[in-house]
């Protein structure tokens, strides 16, 4: 199966796709039974820091996605993984690596959640008030747009203020 490859940031320089390992990311798409879905901010310090996107992390040498899915949401949110599916594959190019993007529904978790890195949450709803929305977040907005049903923007993009 050959994904689609998506550009973030395409004005901003980077290696030679030949000189880039591929970075595998499991990603959680937590979905409350009102059809709320949890978006958490990265946390400072991080690349892309205040951005708004769905939970995870990288695979570890050896894990499966739904090992890494379970591990990541653990570690980030405090939360365990009940009953996920395997969803959508996603290839992101940012100009700092180039990433695998691995979503998985999250339809059942137990325990309450804790932003263990000190991101944001938010339970949103099409389209998401937050912002900004990291790049390799816009496709799955659009994947929970087209299985909703919704028309219209998913997400809106801030415009610095003009001096």
Known sequence: MTVPLRVADPHIERPSHNLRTVVDVAVGVLVAS?????LTSRP???VYAGYW???GGKLEAGETVKQA???ELHEELGIEVEQSISWKVEMMDYPHALVR?????VLAWSG????RELQGFSWELLPVAVQPV???TVPVLQWL???RGYQGATHFVAVPAIR
């Open 69 to 71: 899915l379970r591990r």
């Open 145 to 147: 747009a087209e299985e």
């Open 134 to 136: 990291l790049p390799g």
């Open 112 to 115: 309450a959640l804790e932003m």
């Open 34 to 38: 009102d059809g709320h879905f949890l």
């Open 53 to 55: 996107e769905f939970p």
């Open 101 to 105: 993007l691995h979503f998985c529904k």
């Open 44 to 46: 400072p310090g991080k």
